[in-house]
């Protein structure tokens, strides 16, 4: 079966500090991977995406993903966590055009001061 | 990439009423889609749209829902007979302008409560 998985629903990190959320993800075709970001009465903002080539990449606002294909994960990292960043992080892993984006439950970041 | 634009950006209407939602996407995209993300859950695929025609559902999308583009610019989603259930933030989403890929760019959503 085809899915997402985000191990942690919730997380809290104090600001300026590293972060890393996880995800894991099963599916049948070659997978393209995408993390989403979410503010509260927001829509989904794209961060970055994965399709091919460098395992490494590098979105908006300081984040990268690592893609692991031994692990299937693609976990999303940023080494100096703002308030800002607060929200909801959804990873999400989908293929060809038109083809539906499979979701995972979601992260939910808190940022202490 | 210029957003996605969702109206109404909130729709409250009884059970058993139809409800059409309404995304305004840039022209010259091939793909849109439809999610839905029920309060406290995942983002759920519901509906892509291409050429027209429909491209993939999810089974969620029964007879209930109907999509259609009917001026070439609009993009909609008509729930027929809502139920409680459908009660949601529905999102349109666009695919990109360079790629032919499943990256989606979503609009600020619609959220449905149905009372």
């Known amino acids: 079966a085809q899915s997402v998985t985000q191990p942690d629903i919730h997380i809290t990190v104090s600001e300026g500090a590293s972060l890393e959320l996880r995800c894991n993800y099963s599916?049948?075709?070659?997978?393209?991977l995408f993390w989403y970001v979410q503010s509260p009465g927001q829509g989904l903002q794209l961060l970055l995406k994965y399709f091919s080539g460098d395992t490494l990449v590098q979105g908006i606002k300081g984040f990268e993903a690592e893609f692991k294909r031994s692990q299937s994960s693609f976990n999303l990292r940023k080494p100096s966590v703002h308030w800002s960043d607060a929200a909801e992080y959804f990873c999400?892993?989908?293929?060809?055009?038109?083809?539906?984006?499979?979701f995972g439950k979601g992260t939910t970041l808190s940022v202490s001061s | 990439e210029p957003e996605v634009t969702q109206t109404p950006s909130h729709q409250v209407t009884q059970m058993g009423q139809e409800v059409i939602l309404r995304c305004v996407p840039i022209?010259?995209?091939?793909?849109f889609y439809w999610y839905r993300q029920i309060l406290g859950q995942k983002v759920e695929f519901l509906v892509s749209?291409?050429?027209?025609?429909?491209?993939?559902k999810s089974e969620i999308f029964d007879d209930q829902f109907s999509v259609e583009r009917p001026d070439g610019s609009n993009f909609t989603l008509k729930i027929r007979s809502t139920k409680l259930e459908d009660s949601a933030m529905y999102f349109c989403a666009r695919d990109s302008s360079d790629t032919l890929n499943t990256e989606a760019f979503f609009g600020q959503g619609t959220r449905l409560t149905v009372v």
């Open positions: 599916y049948g075709a070659t997978p393209y």
């Open positions: 999400a892993v989908g293929n060809q055009a038109g083809t539906a984006l499979i």
């Open positions: 022209s010259n995209h091939l793909y």
């Open positions: 749209f291409y050429n027209n025609e429909i491209s993939e």
